[in-house]
């Protein structure tokens, strides 16, 4: 992936060394619903937080300012660069359609921080979108996390994650969010992790027609070898693997994002397509 030298937004705000460290709240006002990446398992929350731990980052020193390392450096910059990708091509597919696109902020931050409308943001959940307060949340430490825990190795498996953040921004802006948000209480619970788990493939599918236009639209670029490496980011956070690894088995009722062959299937078809009319998940019967 070649992306030194590109484009930056500068839409970032760095609350790094601000941390809470207060949990998560999954049901914010009007009924929100935080949407992460691939954490909420089934599982009790607060045994997630046991097991996972920090990575090291950077420290706060005396006069209270944080001090990042050169590997934080540069994985804010590449945040930066991935951002700004997203804002040029979903800014051209929305022009196209004669619409404006409104840009999401990135929020980097260290274990916890407030959101607006979602509660209280914890990293140990995962990177994750609030329609609330339209903005994308991420630890950098997550990058680590991806690697060593997942096996998802690249530069190229954040920046899909970053981009499945801001393919709920797109659900966002389309209604799909509040249309999904207003059926939750309504519904069953093993109804709504059908619910969920379409949702987040299709923030799978928008991440994939990014990728298909990544080359055409911005000045990053990209090879096939990284979509691979997209994939195989979508498959680690599969429920079924994350599931197998934590448990040694998994139970699809209780999926809530979509298996490992789901999620690189609608990743791949945005990528192959580029066709917004492509991505109804909701319509899949095989999803049904």
């Known amino acids: 992936m070649k992306w030194q030298g590109g484009r930056r937004g500068g839409?970032?705000?760095?609350?790094r060394g601000m941390s809470g460290g207060q949990k998560l709240t999954l049901g914010g006002i009007g009924g929100v619903i935080v949407l992460i990446i691939g954490f909420l398992?089934?599982?009790d929350p607060n045994d997630l937080l046991n097991q996972m731990g920090?990575?090291?980052?950077?420290?706060?020193?005396e006069q209270g300012e944080y001090q990042s390392t050169p590997e934080?450096?540069?994985l804010m910059d590449f945040a930066d660069v991935v951002l700004a990708s997203t804002?040029?091509?979903w800014t051209k597919i929305f022009q196209e359609n004669g619409k404006s696109y409104p840009k999401p902020t990135m929020v980097i931050?260290?274990?916890g921080t407030q959101t607006e409308g979602c509660g209280m943001g914890q990293s140990a959940f995962g990177p994750f979108y609030c329609p609330g307060d339209q903005k994308v949340y991420l630890d950098l430490s997550f990058n680590r996390e991806l690697a060593q825990k997942y096996g998802a190795k690249g530069e190229f498996a954040l920046a899909y994650v970053i981009a499945h953040e801001v393919g709920h921004h797109?659900?966002?802006i389309f209604g799909v969010l509040s249309q999904t948000n207003s059926l939750r209480s309504k519904l069953s619970e093993r109804e709504n992790n059908k619910i969920s788990v379409m949702t987040e493939l299709q923030a799978d599918f928008y991440a994939g027609v990014w990728a298909h236009y990544l080359n055409k639209s911005t000045d990053v670029e990209i090879t096939y070898d990284d979509i691979v490496e997209g994939m195989r980011a979508a498959a680690a956070v599969g429920d079924d693997h994350i599931q197998e690894q934590a448990y040694g088995q998994s139970n699809p009722e209780s999926f809530t994002h979509g298996s490992s062959e789901q999620r690189m299937y609608w990743f791949k078809k945005g990528y192959e397509t580029g066709d917004l009319n492509?991505?109804?998940t909701f319509d899949d019967p095989s999803l049904q």
């Open 11 to 15: 839409n970032i705000e760095d609350r």
């Open 41 to 43: 398992m089934g599982g």
């Open 54 to 61: 920090q990575s090291q980052q950077g420290s706060v020193n």
């Open 72 to 74: 934080e450096d540069k």
């Open 87 to 89: 804002d040029d091509v």
């Open 109 to 111: 931050y260290t274990e």
């Open 170 to 172: 797109i659900q966002n």
């Open 278 to 280: 492509a991505g109804n």
